[in-house]
């Protein structure tokens, strides 16, 4: 695990992006990996062809559908070699997905990205080329139960998204793009 640094606390290992679709997860994710030098993973790649057929015709997944899904993910935020630092986009909606992916493990880190249902619906029709059929998004969003102490304004600039995240976790290798590090 990375040492805190300047910072109070200990350093995350890993960092999940939660929120539903059209939240900013991978643009968000990828931003912030590439920011601390870490690796990114994106949860979608995850999924069955299945649950991916599934989502393409307007049915949304069940619990049953993702447990294999989650397990997968559980499996890449806890192997051994996994000693460097990690995001994962991914939808994370429910307290028992995030506990399957976490195990109570307090290296890996939660931030669940809030934006109006009217802001995410915008998103997911300007979306081009995803399986995620909007007409999913009601579904998504009743489903999502808000963590306590992890929460951020999904509105926020990518940027601004980054910095807070990146404070969240205690990941000081955070440079903005343009400053240097002291």
């Not at 997968?72 to 995001?87: F, G, K, M, S, T």
Request: net charge negative; glycine share 6%; hydrophobic share 45%.
């Amino acid at each position: 695990m990375h040492d805190a640094g300047d910072n109070v606390g200990q350093a995350a290992r890993a960092v999940v992006i939660m929120g539903p679709a059209g939240a900013g997860k991978t643009t968000v994710g990828l931003q912030l990996a590439t920011h601390v030098g870490a690796q990114f993973i994106d949860a979608d790649a995850y999924h069955s062809a299945d649950n991916i057929d599934k989502m393409r015709r307007g049915q949304a997944l069940t619990d049953e559908d993702r447990w294999s899904w989650l397990e997968q993910l559980r499996q890449l935020l806890h192997r051994p070699e996994a000693n460097a630092r990690l995001v994962l986009a991914c939808s994370a909606l429910k307290a028992s997905y995030r506990f399957i992916l976490s195990q109570n493990d307090p290296a890996i880190v939660f931030a669940c990205l809030l934006v109006p249902h009217h802001e995410l619906a915008r998103r997911l029709a300007a979306r081009t080329g995803h399986f995620f059929d909007p007409a999913l998004l009601k579904t998504q969003v009743d489903a999502l139960e808000v963590p306590i102490g992890c929460t951020f304004d999904g509105t926020l600039s990518c940027e601004q998204l980054v910095i807070a995240i990146a404070s969240y976790a205690h990941w000081t290798a955070y440079a903005a793009p343009g400053v240097v590090a002291q």
